[in-house]
């Protein structure tokens, strides 16, 4: 595919091996185009890793970020799960919002939280707010001391973040989907790495082992689950797609 930009005619040109097409440099389809080939180059160069929540590094895209701000605060969740804790700016930000909401907690799981990565957690003024668990998430053990934390009748929403393999994820969903209550959602982040399979820093497996195909799979098997993007609180554009690294990540139980 190419990807052609003339700022002097204001026009976008794509070719592929079907056909050549054309559009206004100034249009939703060249938009959507052009961002998608800035969300590979982005990822290679590694931008998500230039920012921070609240003095923890988030290694997430700001898009993403608005995007799970905006349905936190629409279901105000009592419990925020996530799998994969690395720096913990994830956490923190799930914190604030808690606290902004004055309502809920959150727990994260990693396979190895890093010493100075807790203590800087722990030592964080959202602290409060966060409890850490040190495990594989799909160990029956650990699955079972986050489910015996869950109280009867509580809101939970859980976000999948750290294997990214297909059978990880898979595992993840098939553990934890469980706690989704009705309305929230179980979340397959990364799913992006299916179109990252050809970048530099990319592998050739990507292409079929990705958090997407775990999403898709399980969506077959569960009818109580949509893959769905979350609407848009407010918009007034004529774009409907998300810029993201979490293509059809969201399943929403119904």
Known sequence: MKLIIDTDANQLTLVDTRAKKEFSLYSKEAFELISGQWLKVGWNEKYPYTFSWMGRPIIQLPEDILRAQEVIYRIKPDVILETGVAHGGSLILY??????????RVIGI???????????????????????VEGSSIDPRVVEQVKSTI????????????????????????????????????????????????????????????????????????????????????????????????????????
Request: with cysteine; proline share 7%.
């Open 95 to 104: 914190a604030s919002l808690c606290k902004a909401m004055e309502k809920g």
């Open 151 to 254: 109280r009867p009748g509580e809101t939970v929403l859980v976000i999948l973040d750290s294997n990214h393999s297909k059978q990880h994820v898979l595992d993840e969903l098939n553990a934890y989907h469980g706690l989704v209550t009705r309305g929230s959602y179980i979340v397959a982040t990364d799913g992006s790495m299916k179109d990252l399979h050809d970048v530099p820093r990319g592998k050739p497996d990507w292409a079929w082992d990705n958090p997407t195909a775990a999403a898709e799979e399980f969506a077959q098997s569960h009818p109580e689950f949509v893959i769905e993007q979350p609407l848009w609180p407010f918009n007034e554009s004529r774009l409907t797609d998300n810029i993201t690294h979490w293509p059809r990540a969201w399943l929403r139980r119904i």
């Open 110 to 132: 990693d396979v190895e939280i890093r010493p100075h990565n807790r203590r800087a957690i722990e030592a964080h003024e959202l602290s409060g707010y966060i409890t850490l």
